[in-house]
């Protein structure tokens, strides 16, 4: 990784570097050429040659490298650091020589004309190719991951440009790079070509512009080329002559492979020669030894290494094998149980072939089925047959490679198909997302109130679609990072990545689920709104405000989201893991007629097409009459989809999925599925407990009947706002209304027929519930494996929200098996993405449980008081039934007071944090906003501009040195730390990592990092402004003086809320007694002291401010000394008091780290002494008593001082 990096660094950065000053110094006049300029050009050249040097030692002198290859490497003598320091400096002087006489070179040929410069590198690229597919017998790149074709042509590119420009490292002889057979010669036909690309370059007609003599030029290349053979002679003399052939010898890699894996007997993991030759597969395949060698190693060795597994047989070299291997080498086990799994699953879906092409993610999902390396090696799957089988056991090897090839082949053309479409598809959306800004910008540059209302609703779309996306992305568990993603606009292409290389994700949802969702909901969120909106705005516009950006806006939403809609079906319903999960309702796109599969997909995009035009039609004819119509009508559809959902569903109103089956999550799934169905309704969403098959179809008709009714109710109300006329108005509106309905028709004649009532026939999400629980035996887990069997699918039914669970009679027969799971422990029992075990603990109806379960809870339960509740164990069923019934009413007592009494304290905190995070900080860039509007005073603007600047970059460093991770650091750089640290206090699924005391801790010295950082230093700063402006007569402006007052009181009610919450604290408390709990319990008297503390800390930063700000007037120099003598003398009391100065927190004492937390306690203690400071470890009791003692007096000398310095 080092090497790659600074490979890297070389070709993209010093080397194009190295070229554009070359470039500018050769058309310098001989005055304008100043020695900085020559020793810049010296100091790259020297620069690129020593990390050469490096890159080449690190690899050279390996010792891994020297024994897996040994014939290549080792030429780097270590025996004799004289020849060593030889060797060093002729890869310098070669380097560098090298270096200057190429640059020189592609310089001159690049100013003389910028065309034939490209086509000349393009002309050694394509013979650099040529010549190493001729050596190698392959252009591929010989690591495994790099040697498809777009990756080999990037490396093969990298390669030449690493040596065109001019850094020809001796690494490169390694076979499958350049080779010991094109190395040399390459290197000599690039120094023979130096001076015919100079001479050419100097006569065509661009070379004008050089000032330096054709003359000249020559004799500085000829100096460069000997100083670069002299380095290629002392190299040569100096290395080890046993690897001398290394640099000049015929060996391309598949001979050097073939001939390691008869020979080599090292490996990096484990020893012999079998560990060796797995080492050797590796490399791509297309440098493997002969099919027959590695047959011939794999087949009479395989079921050994399944029972007695060696130190190199993992699982990654299983699936290496599996996957890359040609199917003639693999072994008989191994085509057997690859023809028993992809050949007999499709059986249990109807199919007749493999259906690798059912997704992208089939093959690999298939793979995971398979268990371990044991399974795969000697078991026979569950889920097959005896019959079938017997058949794989009777099928001959030939068979079996032929079925095989067949399913490979099948795999690759379904992987490029699906690759196309989410590659288009994740195209449509940045394409989406691209104009819409384009369009928000338009907007604004419009200068109009229209224009500006237009963008504001474009930007605020946009900005409420992102959060809707990172928001599901939290409270789903995809994790942090996956929430900042979908915040900055990632989240299609995060999840695309996902899905596209099997990659897994956090929480419940798959990846290819997750993609789905974020999909659907970039329709629902951002596409339908900018498309109606876009609709509405452009129809109101004239012609000549309208551009083409605003129109192909709106066309191109309009394709985005058919286009989105009939991917994310194909993908969803083709699906193994929804076939698997949901049979009776995924399916009904063919599989077996790709003809069949491409009009269901047709008639989708015309579908949805129709669908979406012909509401935007409607809905820009009724908004652009009455938009408080257009809002009410389309209010009072939402109502009514919801009502006929309530009672499709058996009168069930909450959303299936757990953790977001609440009344505002349920509101905003509603939201969603109403936006989806009133113009974009993806198939998908006829799925039981989102829309239903009978709302769906009832809402199609609906829709479609409904828009003659809008435009008639627009042009009634006046519709005369609109651009078109009437009669374009009803032509557009059938047309779309035709496409919609072409599109149903083609759909439904070209899908499944087995599945056509789907769309239409009542089924609800609880009876669909009672369908699986009862028939389904075959589940596809949330990591990825299938399960057999019924109690699996149980248990994964039971992840849904429980008012959807079946009834408690059954629910009470399946689980009186508990005990007989905790005996066995059932792999679906522990499974932590299912959480068994604590949903039925939560949820369960207590009549429904155990008796086991019934005593497992009451054993944890403890009353209001924290007293552990006393049951007999010999109660009866009947009794503890009783006693958990009022345990949790109890406990939902107890929440819903701690929710109340939380909310109050969130509202609270987040005051404060929105106070510190975004009003201080917006009085910061007003305050600087204004200042620099001034000449007198635009220097001191940009000292507050970067008094912020520092503040958010020091928080973000501390974040890191505090194990708080990257989000935490984003957040500090972007001045939201408060806000996420307050949301982490109170959330039960923190942003970060870390406990429930790491969140408080770093929520406490956020607070005073932002003080101590940012507060303080402004604060003062904004009085010694309006000091100096006092003095010299300038008018100070209101937004100054509203800063510092704002600055003050924030300080001032910050120190004293934080200081409050941390005292009260029940984990500081606990921890550490003897220091926190000087607030008393009665809230009365806590509010006095808390208004005692906002008075002393208010008081004392007044007095601070004025005071320094005075003496620094009078003589900064004064000041400067005052503050750096406190500092200095509170850091020898520290060491006296403490016995050290550095900080106690792990990760923060480094000496570093430790200064800047001394300077923010100095900081803090001046003039806004927190209460929390008299810590052991930061002030302490006596030093912070003191400080706060001498600071009192302190602030009255220094006026003293100054006015005496005044005179």
Not at 319 to 345: F, G, M, N, Q
Not at 375 to 396: A, F, P
């Amino acid at each position: 990784a080092l090497a790659t990096t600074r490979s890297l660094e070389l070709i993209l950065d010093a080397l194009p570097q190295t070229f554009h000053q070359l470039s500018v110094l050769v058309q310098l006049e001989y005055g304008e050429r100043e020695p900085l300029l020559w020793f810049s050009l010296l100091f790259s050249c020297l620069s690129i040659g020593y990390v050469g040097v490096v890159l080449e030692f690190d690899m050279e002198t390996d010792l891994n490298y020297r024994k897996l290859f040994a014939r290549v490497h080792g030429y780097i003598p270590n025996n004799s650091w004289r020849r060593k320091v030889a060797v060093a400096a002729g890869i310098m002087c070669w380097i560098i020589g090298f270096l200057a006489a190429r640059m020189m070179a592609m310089a001159v040929l690049g100013i003389g004309d910028a065309g034939m410069f490209g086509i000349w590198v393009g002309a050694e690229l394509v013979l650099f190719m040529l010549a190493r597919a001729a050596v190698e017998g392959s252009f591929r790149f010989y690591q495994a991951g790099l040697d498809s074709v777009p990756a080999s042509l990037f490396t093969n590119v990298l390669m030449c440009l690493f040596a065109t420009q001019g850094v020809f490292l001796p690494f490169g002889r390694f076979p499958g790079l350049y080779g010991p057979s094109l190395l040399v010669p390459w290197a000599a036909c690039l120094l023979a070509l130096n001076p015919a690309m100079l001479l050419f370059g100097l006569s065509l007609e661009g070379s004008s512009q050089i000032e330096f003599t054709e003359v000249r030029l020559l004799w500085t290349m000829g100096g460069a080329t000997a100083v670069a053979l002299a380095g290629a002679a002392m190299m040569a003399a100096a290395m080890n002559p046993s690897h001398r052939q290394s640099f000049f010898g015929r060996l391309c890699l598949k001979q050097y492979v073939a001939e390691l894996w008869e020979t080599r007997t090292y490996a990096p993991v484990g020893s012999g020669i079998d560990a060796s030759r797995a080492h050797l597969l590796k490399f791509s395949r297309h440098y493997w030894p002969r099919n027959d060698q590695v047959r011939d190693w794999l087949e009479p060795n395989w079921d050994a290494w399944v029972v007695a597994p060696p130190q190199w047989f993992t699982p990654r070299f299983v699936k290496r094998i599996i996957s890359a291997a040609p199917p003639e080498v693999l072994p008989l086990t191994v085509l057997r149980e690859l023809a028993d799994k992809y050949w007999e699953e499709p059986q249990k879906f109807g199919r007749e072939k493999p259906e690798s092409e059912a997704g992208g993610t089939t093959s690999a999902n298939s793979m995971r089925m398979q268990g371990s390396i044991r399974r795969l090696g000697s078991q026979k799957s569950s889920m097959s047959s005896c019959r079938w089988g017997r058949q794989v056991e009777d099928t001959s090897r030939e068979e079996l490679v032929r079925m095989e090839v067949e399913r490979r082949a099948s795999k690759v053309f379904a992987r490029a198909k699906q690759l196309w479409i989410w590659m288009v598809a994740l195209a449509f959306s940045y394409v989406d997302l691209v104009t819409t800004v384009l369009v928000g910008l338009q907007y604004l540059d419009m200068g109009t109130a229209q224009g500006t209302s237009g963008a504001h609703v474009t930007f605020a779309m946009l900005g409420l679609s992102l959060g809707v996306q990172a928001l599901f992305a939290h409270l789903s568990g995809q994790g942090a990072l996956s929430t900042l993603v979908a915040v900055c606009g990632g989240k299609p292409l995060w999840d695309t990545y996902h899905t596209m290389f099997d990659k897994p994700t956090q929480g419940v949802l798959t990846a290819a689920a997750a993609l789905t969702i974020t999909r659907f909901m970039q329709v629902v969120m951002d596409s339908l709104p900018q498309a109606a909106a876009q609709t509405f705005l452009v129809a109101q516009l004239d012609s000549d405000d309208q551009s083409w950006a605003m129109v192909a806006s709106i066309v191109g939403c309009i394709v985005s989201i058919a286009y989105l809609v009939a991917t994310t079906e194909l993908d969803a319903d083709k699906s193994l893991g929804f076939r698997t999960n949901f049979p009776m309702v995924h399916g009904y796109i063919p599989s077996l007629s790709a003809v069949q599969e491409a009009l269901v997909l047709l008639g989708i995009l015309l579908f949805v097409g129709g669908i979406l035009g012909a509401k935007l039609i409607a809905l820009a004819t009724l908004a652009g009459a009455s938009a408080w119509v257009a809002v009410a009508w389309c209010s009072a559809e939402a109502s009514a989809l919801f009502v006929l959902r309530f009672f499709a569903e058996g009168r069930i109103w909450k959303f299936h999925f757990q953790g977001a089956s609440g009344l505002m999550p349920t509101l905003l799934m509603h939201a969603c599925i109403y936006l989806g169905m009133l113009a974009a309704p993806f198939p998908f969403l006829r799925f039981p407990g989102y829309c239903g098959p009978l709302p769906y179809s009832a809402s199609i008709i609906y829709n479609l009947a409904i828009n003659p009714a809008m435009v008639y109710s627009g042009f009634y109300l006046g519709g005369n706002r609109v651009v078109l006329d009437t009669q374009h108005v009803w032509m557009s509106l059938a047309i779309g209304s035709g496409v919609a309905v072409l599109g149903m028709v083609l759909m439904g004649c070209a899908m499944n027929a087995t599945h056509r009532h789907t769309f239409y026939k009542p089924h609800s999400f609880r009876t669909l519930c009672d369908t699986l629980w009862e028939e389904r035996t075959l589940t596809f887990m949330p990591d990825g494996t299938v399960a057999a069997g019924l109690d699996p699918s149980r248990a994964n039914v039971l992840t849904y929200t429980s008012d959807y669970w079946v009834s408690i009679d059954k629910l009470r027969a399946w689980l009186a098996n508990w005990d007989v799971w905790e005996a066995d422990q059932p792999a679906w029992f522990t499974h932590k993405g299912i959480g068994f075990q604590n949903r039925i603990v939560q949820y369960a109806p207590v009549e429904a449980l155990p008796r086991t379960v019934l005593l497992k809870i009451l054993a944890k339960a403890k009353d209001s008081e924290g007293n552990a509740l006393c049951v007999a164990p010999d109660a009866t069923t009947d009794l503890l039934v009783a006693k958990v019934q009022a345990y949790r009413k109890d406990t939902s007592a107890r929440k819903r007071a701690g929710r109340f009494a939380k909310a109050v304290l969130a509202i609270r905190l987040y005051i404060v944090a929105i106070l510190i995070s975004y009003v201080d900080l917006a009085g910061d860039v007003l305050v600087t906003l204004t200042l620099l509007q001034s000449e007198t005073t635009k220097q001191s603007g940009f000292v507050t501009m970067g008094l912020t600047g520092f503040a958010q970059v020091v928080q973000a460093i501390i974040s890191l040195a505090m194990g708080q991770g990257g989000v935490a650091a984003f957040t500090a750089l972007v001045g939201a730390k408060p806000l996420l640290d307050t949301y982490n206090v109170l959330s039960d699924r923190p942003l970060t990592r870390g406990t429930k005391h790491d969140h408080e801790l770093a929520f406490t010295a956020t607070r005073a990092e932002e003080i101590a950082l940012q507060s303080l230093p402004q604060g003062f700063y904004q009085c010694l402004v309006l000091l100096q402006m006092a003095q010299e007569g300038e008018t100070t402006s209101w937004v100054q003086w509203a800063s510092v007052g704002g600055a003050a009181l924030s300080v001032a009610f910050i120190v004293a809320d934080t200081d409050r919450g941390t005292d009260t604290s029940a984990t500081f408390r606990m921890d550490y007694p003897l220091v926190y709990g000087y607030t008393p319990d009665d809230n009365r008297r806590a509010w006095w002291v808390s208004l005692g503390t906002f008075g002393f800390i208010g008081g004392t930063v007044v007095s601070k401010w004025v005071a320094i700000a005075t003496l620094a007037t009078a003589s900064g120099s004064s000041a400067a000394v005052w503050l750096a003598t406190e500092c200095v003398v509170l850091l020898v009391l520290r060491q006296v008091v403490e016995s050290s100065w550095r900080f106690h927190l792990h990760g923060l004492e480094a000496a570093v780290p430790s200064a800047l937390v001394h300077l923010m306690f100095y900081i803090v203690s001046v003039a806004a002494p927190f209460p929390i400071l008299r810590f052991p470890g930061y002030l302490g009791p006596s030093l912070y008593c003191a400080s706060v003692c001498y600071q009192t007096i302190a602030s009255p000398l220094m006026l003293l001082v100054a006015f005496s310095m005044e005179g």
